[in-house]
């Protein structure tokens, strides 16, 4: 389904469910002397439909089961528990012998609500007499006539159930110009009435923006349901994600990106590349595929910052992650979302402070050209104050070099995918500064147990990767214009430190 097209379909924000019979699984009875509390017959299956249920289990004195059967609300609590006329599992029952209960039927009231139904209900509260002081209100409202324009019907029809026919009139249209200038041109008149209801967001922003152009005209209050975001989960929709790498870091970012796929029921397409020029390339790639959103990073802003404006101008909504915070907004993503690396780098100077560390910290950047590197150096440096930047891009040697001169205090590593490499490179050097790390790996985990790293500062790259395709499909979404609702909002992970004892303490907690 398109994006124009699921944005006008009025869906169901929850489905009632038919009646459903469901069958307890049961135990074993005594052939033929014990009671017969189990029938050994395989029952038969009736109209499967979904519905939250669970199974309850109640031990008793005499060492039988009591099974039963709770079926959960429309409000999410749990109703009264259900039993089947067979329902207990006698002490001495045979084991490994697989038997059914007898069946329960189940059944649910219908409760279908759409979105056309909250429209109706908050046009009925505002049309309620209270609210509107004349004694013969005049209400105006616009109506798009299509087929598909149940809501808006939902709307009008809302005041007319509040106030009654002779107070409602209602301004058929099919282009919104059109409609927009009906309105308009009858107010210039001086037919001014008491309010205007608008139930599309095109009709509110074509109404203030007429109002905003006439001159010696009040404008007249509009009524309009404020929903910003589509409650139809967008199944079927396809969204890029686009990463800088293929190190660990995004291994998990992924990971966690297809299951927020998998989740909202989106088809998700995700790479990790690692020049601007390519990242810039997958997303014309993507503009051309017509998708429904994209979350990219933003290392660099060069090449990706166009490629995101010609995205944006076919329709295409953008988020970013990661990198690139103080960017994100003029290359026109709607929001962005990722750690907050200058925060990151502050952290750890602060930590290498408080633990009295000599000498200078050797910030490690494993990519030529981030900005997010960049900001948790700049963040190290404003902490700890005696910072000294190395490039890893072409390999370990640098590194080897710097440490064999012996007065180094601290290594800060900017990916924890390196870790055993570094680790090595410090042993091999003959002497022993403090390794701290920001990002997470399973090696890291096996470095920090070992003592060789003193603490790490979480990247969170599985919230990231996660957050990236929910933000996407907030955006894809969302029935008033993305820019005016999240207004460049940048939402920044606040990183946390963890030590090894705090890893170990973990480890034991989870039985590792």
Known sequence: MSRTSRRRLLLPLSLSLPIVALLIAGAAIDRMMQSALFSDTEAAATTVADTEVRITAT?????????GLQQQDPDGAWGSIQYPRFSVVPADAEPNRRLHSSALTVSTTADVYTLADAYYDHARHIAQPTV??????????LLHDTEDNDAGRAYCQGFVDGLGEDAIETFHYTDLRAGVGQVVGRIARG??????AAGKVEELFGLLGAFARLEGVSPVPVAFPLDTIDPEPPGGATYCVIGHGDNSFWGLTF?????????????????????????????????AEDVDAIAVTLAETEHVGDAIREARAAGIPVVTFNSGADTARSVGSMLHLGLNDRKAGEIVGTRLTADGVDGPALCLLHEPVNVGLEDRCQGLDDTFGEVEKLSLAQGFGPLSERLAVGDVGAVVLLNAADVGAVAHLIDASGHSPTLAVIGFDTALVLQMLSGRVAFAVWDHGTLQGYLAVALAALADTSFLVPDLIFNGAQLRIEPSILTAQDMAHLLARAGG
């Open 191 to 196: 037919d001014v009435p008491h309010l205007l």
């Open 59 to 67: 031990p008793r004195a005499d060492g039988s089961i009591r099974l």
């Open 132 to 141: 509107l002081t004349p004694p013969d209100p005049r209400i105006w409202c």
């Open 255 to 287: 990971d966690a990106a297809v299951a927020g796929a998998n989740h909202l029921g989106v088809n998700l397409q995700h790479v990790g590349l690692a020049s601007a020029e390519e990242r810039a390339a997958r997303i014309r790639e993507c503009i």
